[in-house]
Each structure stands twice: as C-alpha cells, then as structure tokens.
C-alpha cells in the first residue's frame, strides 16, 4: 500500500491526537519560554488605535460590555486592552452593558485592569460603572434621547446626579466616542444603526469571528475600527503595549526636565544606559535639541537606570493574553492547512489510479 492510500485510510483518532498536540505544545512552550509567536498589526487594528488615541485626553468614551464567559477567549482580551488605552491616554470611562452577565464582565475587566494597574483612577471622577439595562435595541435607541431615563442610577445603587463625571450627561451627543465589545445580539450592529451612524460618533468594534463578517460593511465609514476575534485582540494588543512603553518613556523623560517633540519621533526605545546615550545622540534634531541630548547622557547612573526601567521591565501577562493564544490557534490553523493539502491530494491520486471515488 503506497502513501497516499495510508493516508486515506488514515484512523481518524489519529487526526484528533495530531491537533490536541498542535494545541498543547504551543501552550507548553509558551509558558515555559515565554516566547510570544510575532504579530504584525493590519489596517483595522491601527485605525482602531488611532481613533482612541487622536481623541484629547478627558475624552468622554461609552464602553458597552455586550458578552460573556463563553466568549471571554476572544473577547477579554481586547476588552482589557480598550481599557488599558483608555485609562493610559486619560479618557472619562462609562462601562454599560446590553446582556445581562456583561454586568460581570465590567467588574472583572475594571477590577483587573484599573483595579491593579491604574488605581489611582478615582470612581465617579475618571470611571463609572453603569451595569446591565434591559431592552436591547430599545436601549440605545432611548439613550439617543435621554440617557438620565434609562440610567437614573450607577451598577451601584447611587443616583447619578451624585456623580460628578455624569454632569452634562444628557443623551448619546455628549460622548466622544462609542466602544463595542459584542458576542452578539444585541450589541455592535445595534450601536453602529441607532447610534453611531445617526450621531455620527466615532465608533470601534470588537467582536467575536462569527460576528466579524457582519461587520465589514460599516467600515471605515460608519465603524473607523474593527478588531476580529482574538487575532484583531492580539494586533491591537501588540499596538497599545507598544505605544504605552513609548508613553512611560516619554512622560519619565518630561518629568527629568526633558520634552521630547514629536510623537512619531521616539524610535527603538533603549532598555540600558549605554543604549539611551546612543538614543539621545540619534535623535538630535529628530525630537532633542544638542543641549537636551547632552542632558540626557549626562544623567547619573541612578536616573538613567529610571528612566529606561519602563522599557526594559517585563509586559504584565494580562496584556499579553491575547498573543499567547495566537500560538495555539496559529499552530492548530497550519495543521488544518496541511490536512486539507494531503487530503485533497489523496483523493486525486486514488481517483487516478482507479482506487474509489
């Protein structure tokens, strides 16, 4: 028997221990390595970045956590990461939720991400947590209108006359921008047709890959950002972890006496001493004058040692959990790849050779 008909009679069990292992192994030597398979961020990550980022800090920003455990996988992760960007750049955060256990996920999500992270954020004053309505569409559509009458009070019990972020809070035009997390109905669609398009506010999406295809009509036009499934989380991730070491280094360097002009002017951050003293003579007219290069390779050992410790300081694993479930899902989709190759081949060969149909 050639290879090809051991192939085709191939036991199906085997099949199914080829891919548990291309998803275990991935998992082993992820998290004994550490070693993140490389990401490269495409169109719909960055836009979804840049439209956060292009925002003023104090921006008013209306998260809706529209999911839950089931598809936590996906959708945590960037989900934690719309927060880190949000709570890094300065935004007012408002936290709502269409279905009933995103009440849930706000807490989780807040708790871990500002709770351990950013907690000098002061609830009421920089977030606010709204908790779960019911009434689907019929929420944002009341919202449009009056916000007060869908939301008289926070997730927590406390009017929101009390809380000083809600003041001048009267209907939808108020924010600046609208995230959407969503496994599905209701969620992104109901935002992008009630809210977003009629508003005309920014507005970026984060969604399952089943709910994915649903979406690519209303970019860029009426959605400026679009994250799919854990991959779209693994690339905005990847942004936002980036840009946040550049934004440490850089408000580091400000608090030295050092201002750094430019926002695409920081280049390859150094993570040493030696390396910041080469840094700082390559970027003189790209950001630093002459005098504020000498300053910075004239700093004692201590500070120079602050100033790079951002940079060279490990990711929290929090922010790197939607790249660490990219191995996996990468391995696992070759393996597929390979499957379909062979098994195709198979049958052509076969078919040839008078084996079957």
Same mark, same amino acid.
């Given at each position: 028997m050639g290879f090809f008909e051991r192939i085709g009679n191939l036991d199906r069990r085997w099949i199914f221990l080829l891919m548990g292992l291309a998803v275990a192994i991935p998992i082993i030597i992820i998290d004994v390595t550490g070693f993140i398979p490389p990401e490269l961020p495409m169109p719909k990550a960055k836009s979804t970045f840049q439209t956060l980022d292009d925002l003023p800090a =104090? @921006?008013?920003v209306l998260l809706s956590w529209d999911f839950d455990p089931a598809t936590e996988g996906e959708l945590g992760p960037m989900a934690n990461t719309f927060i880190r960007q949000c709570a890094q750049k300065g935004h007012k955060m408002y936290f709502m939720a269409l279905v009933p256990v995103g009440a849930q996920m706000i807490r989780s999500t807040t @708790?871990?991400?500002? =709770?351990?992270?950013?907690?000098?954020?002061v609830y009421g004053e920089d977030w606010v947590d709204l908790g779960y309505k019911a009434g689907n569409e019929a929420v944002v559509k009341t919202l449009v209108t009056d916000f007060n009458q869908m939301f008289p009070s926070d997730a927590r019990g406390e009017p929101? @006359?009390?809380?000083?972020m809600m003041s001048g809070i009267k209907d939808l035009t108020a924010f600046d921008a609208i995230v959407s997390v969503t496994a599905g109905y209701p969620g992104c669609k109901e935002w992008v047709l009630f809210a977003s398009t009629p508003l005309k506010i920014p507005t970026v999406v984060g969604c399952t890959g089943v709910i994915a295809p649903q979406m690519y009509p209303y970019y860029p036009q009426q959605i400026q950002g679009l994250l799919q499934a854990i991959k779209g989380a693994a690339e905005y991730e990847l942004l936002v972890n980036d840009w946040v070491r550049r934004d440490q280094f850089r408000n580091t360097l400000l608090a030295m006496g050092v201002e750094v002009s430019g926002e695409d002017s920081m =280049?390859?951050?150094?993570?040493?001493?030696?390396?910041?003293?080469?840094w700082a003579g390559d970027h003189v007219g790209k950001g630093l004058t002459e005098a504020q290069a000498t300053e910075v390779r004239g700093f004692a050992s201590e500070k120079k040692a602050e100033l790079v410790a951002p940079v060279d300081a490990p990711e929290p694993g929090l922010f790197l959990e939607a790249q660490k479930r990219m191995g996996p899902q990468l391995s696992a989709h070759i393996l597929m790849l390979v499957l379909i190759v062979l098994g195709n081949l198979t049958y052509f060969v076969t078919r040839r050779r008078g084996g079957g149909r």
């Open positions: =104090g @921006s008013k @708790s871990d991400v500002i =709770g351990t992270y950013y907690p000098d954020l929101l @006359s009390t809380i000083p =280049g390859d951050l150094p993570s040493t001493s030696e390396e910041l003293d080469a």
